[in-house]
């Protein structure tokens, strides 16, 4: 039977079976950086520039959990379906090295917000190094430091549309970053007014799951309630599968539910 893998904003799996890492050294660094005081301080202060400021969508501390837990759930299912990571591999690095470099990425990738919301990949990159040499220090010798630095954040660079990643591990983010669509992502910019194209495509997107697939290894299924949510879809995530290295894994269906829809189905 396929496994379940529905993922709603947590990272929920078949409760039958033992999704955790092997050697841990992945949880062990997200239990460090959960507890980060840093870290938190930046998640809450990098929403003031999008969200206060300009009326965007969310980019604080549920966007960066929903995305990371989407990057590691992607990450398992290409896995398990025999797709092989580049990243980690050329460096010399441990083949759980991967999903840390993943998981820090999605967690450091919009810090640059506080700053500017324009240009801001570029500007969480020095943000971001100053923080992985503090945390990848706990856990890493010098060279091996040095080499996933670089691997995060060439990640962190490469989920903005107009950089074209290298690594298998940066296409993960970029696509799992387009991912957070669902109407609660655009909930504080809707209630303050918001009527923008972000924002209304945002409020007509009510699920969002990730499957084991057939013929690929992942389907994302996504639940549509108005026609608005096509641009999600259609713009927003075709562009940052475009050139994942990823795109040719995933198969991306969208249904809309509204009985009068002039548009029911949309597949990529």
Known sequence: MEADLRDNGGRTYDPDADHSFPDKRVNAILDYVDDDEEISAYLEAQNVNPVTRKGYNDHGKKHISIVRNRALCLYDLLKAGGVEFNGARQHDLDEADEAVIIALAAV???????VHRDRHPYYSIPLAADILDRVLGEFYEIPELVRMKGEILHAILCHHTEEQPLTVEA???????????ERGRSRMPYNQGGRGIDTL??????????????????LVEITMTDAAGVYQVDELLKAKLNESRIEEYIRIIAMNTREDALLERIEL
Do not use: C, F, K, N
Request: proline content about 3%; overall charge negative; aromatic content about 2%.
């Open 171 to 181: 296409g993960v983010l970029r696509v799992a970053d387009a991912l957070d669509m």
């Open 201 to 218: 495509s945002s409020q007509a997107i009510a699920q969002v799951a990730l499957l084991e697939g057939d013929e690929y290894p992942v």
């Open 108 to 114: 450091l990738h919009d810090i640059g917000h506080v």
